[in-house]
């Protein structure tokens, strides 16, 4: 007759593995017995074994027990459960290890426990919710719930799950303060509600906002083209130079209000746009120019020069 058993390393997440050994003692030496069974488990694995017993073959009828012990070798802990064996006149007995169903404080993670977002700022965390209990008990359902202050938004705020003995889920949570939010530290925390227990969970969202205080204004200036005169015959060869003392980043020229030109990072601050009489309508134009420094606030300046054809 084969006994199986079945066993679950319960230790927690950060345990190191350990081996389990699970073995059969019979009514007297008579009996055939099958082998121990030694298996490495690491946290939250589980496997079963198979020992086969058999009883002599005179041996009388009645029920008869069978301990089965299961020893943790990192601990010397041992777990005894008791099986039977039936014998009966013209019928050969048997019996199951039945395993119970033991109720376990589920695993919870946070993560992570802390970030730095400016007002604004989408930021995410990511909780992980493990059922602890062992095999033989029912699926569980947990109601988790999340809260932060309210000058934040935050997705979703509750949610049910129900997880099988040893199955993880993990849930997503989206926190942005809103703009006026000021610096400072502020608590995300998270209840998951299991029947009558409840498990809390917690992290911080640090709001560091950073105020860019502009430069001065870069300087501009035109040549080849004077504002408020006539465009020349030919070629006019349009230039605008700019400073600052972090440097240009960019210069933009348009005309008419339709960009013509752009130079980025340019040398020496200089850009060119050359314009061709022959290819000019008669009228008025007017170009802008759109300056932006290379300082940390990005500050900008603008210049118009008008002219006729």
């Known amino acids: 007759m084969d006994y199986k058993v079945t066993v679950k390393n319960n230790d927690s997440v950060h345990c190191a593995a350990s081996s389990f050994t699970v073995s059969a003692t019979t009514p007297n030496g ?3 017995l099958g ?6 488990l690491a946290p939250g694995e ?7 017993i058999a009883s002599k073959s005179n041996e009388k009828n009645g029920t008869y027990t069978i301990p089965f012990s299961v020893k943790n070798g990192s601990t010397a802990a041992v777990t005894t459960k008791n099986a039977t064996y039936v014998i009966e006149a013209n019928a050969t007995g048997g019996g199951t290890v039945t ?3 033991t109720r376990a404080n589920p695993a919870i993670s946070l993560t992570p426990t802390s970030q730095v977002g400016a007002a604004g700022k989408l930021l ?9 209990d062992t095999t033989a008990c029912a699926d569980n359902a947990y109601a988790v719930t999340a809260t932060m202050p309210n000058d934040f938004t935050l997705t979703p705020t509750s949610q049910n799950i129900t997880l099988k003995p040893g199955e993880t889920r993990t849930l997503s949570f989206s926190a942005t303060p809103n703009a006026t939010v000021t610096n400072g530290n502020y608590s995300l925390a998270v209840s998951i509600k299991e029947g009558t227990s409840t498990y809390n969970a917690s992290a911080t969202y ?7 205080t502009p430069s ?4 501009i200036s035109t040549s080849g083209i004077t504002d ?7 070629n006019n060869k349009f230039q605008v130079t700019a400073s600052h003392a972090n440097g240009i980043a960019v210069i933009e020229i348009y005309l008419n209000g339709v960009k013509v030109e752009t130079c980025n990072t340019p040398k020496n601050g200089v850009c060119e746009h050359a314009i061709h009489a022959n290819n000019t309508a008669a009228g008025t134009y007017v170009l802008k120019i759109d300056v932006t420094a290379n300082d940390s606030a990005r500050t900008q300046n603008s210049k118009t020069v008008t002219f006729t054809r």
Not at 46 to 52: D, G, N
Not at 124 to 132: E, F, G, P, R
Not at 228 to 234: A, S, V
């Open 216 to 219: 001065t204004p870069p300087t």
């Open 35 to 40: 082998s121990a069974v030694t298996k490495s």
């Open 46 to 52: 589980s496997f079963e074994a198979t020992i086969r």
């Open 30 to 32: 008579s009996w055939t």
């Open 228 to 234: 408020g005169g006539k465009l020349g015959n030919g």
């Open 206 to 212: 640090t709001v560091s906002n950073t105020t860019v």
């Open 99 to 101: 395993p119970t169903c």
């Open 124 to 132: 995410q965390y990511t909780l992980s919710v493990k059922n602890n």
